[in-house]
């Protein structure tokens, strides 16, 4: 649990067994959103509902003070709660146009060829897991293009990663989504997991070319620059 700035917050969800190691979530939550409740960046997976309730409740809040929900991209450790949030807090959900949402399951033999170094069984675990997951479909309320502002945060058309990936700026604070990662160092992500690896490789240069004072990817470490 860290508190960026006056408005803005990180719940640290984790995914605990992923391929044979822990990846975390920074979920960033915004207080005054559009919509006058707390603005919602990505959602994690439903394993971390409770989680991130506590980490509301915590602040003195609770899901249904949650008014905005924006996804950064289609990929489920993003939108995985994100139809539920809604449906509880009556609450708006923001995507770009070109994203398109849908739970795909996740080939074996695909991820072992990339994943060489990590045991087999660690790969079947993880997706066991993930492709036995229950997830909701979210249906966006409002579709994006980028150059919008939501609450004083600009939205950021950042495709590579997937079509209509975006990011958000605003009083310093960079939210990067999958589009920039920081898991050991500063790097665009991972190539496997790209739509388009070119356009990931530039839009991650953008990015880290902008005059942020932290950024905060969805994976990895919090970057703080003076
Ligand atoms: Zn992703
Ligand atoms: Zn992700």
Not at 189 to 212: H, I, M, R, T
């Amino acid at each position: 649990m860290v508190r960026i700035t006056k408005r803005v917050r990180i719940a640290e969800l984790l995914e605990p067994e992923f391929f044979g190691s822990v990846l975390n979530h920074n979920v960033t939550v915004i207080e005054n959103g559009p919509n006058g409740g707390l603005m919602i960046i990505d959602t994690s997976l439903p394993e971390n509902f409770d989680t991130l309730e506590k980490f509301l409740k915590s602040w003195g809040y609770s899901i249904s003070d949650i008014s905005d929900i924006v996804i950064t991209h289609s990929h489920v450790d993003h939108f995985g709660n994100a139809e539920r949030i809604k449906k509880e807090a009556k609450a708006k959900i923001y995507a770009h146009e070109l994203e398109e949402f849908k739970v795909e399951k996740v080939d074996f033999d695909q991820v072992k060829k990339t994943l060489k170094d990590v045991d087999q069984d660690e790969i079947k675990k993880t997706l066991d897991r993930i492709n036995n997951m229950k997830i909701e479909i979210p249906t966006v309320d409002v579709k994006l293009k980028g150059g919008e502002e939501l609450s004083g945060f600009k939205v950021l058309h950042v495709p590579g990663h997937t079509k209509g990936h975006i990011a958000l700026f605003g009083e310093g604070v960079l939210i990067t989504g999958d589009a920039v990662r920081n898991v050991g160092e500063l790097t665009p992500p991972l190539e496997f997991f790209c739509w388009d690896y070119e356009q990931a490789v530039n839009s991650f240069k953008f990015l880290a070319s902008l005059p942020y004072k932290v950024l905060i990817p969805y994976h990895g470490e919090l970057v703080y620059k003076n």
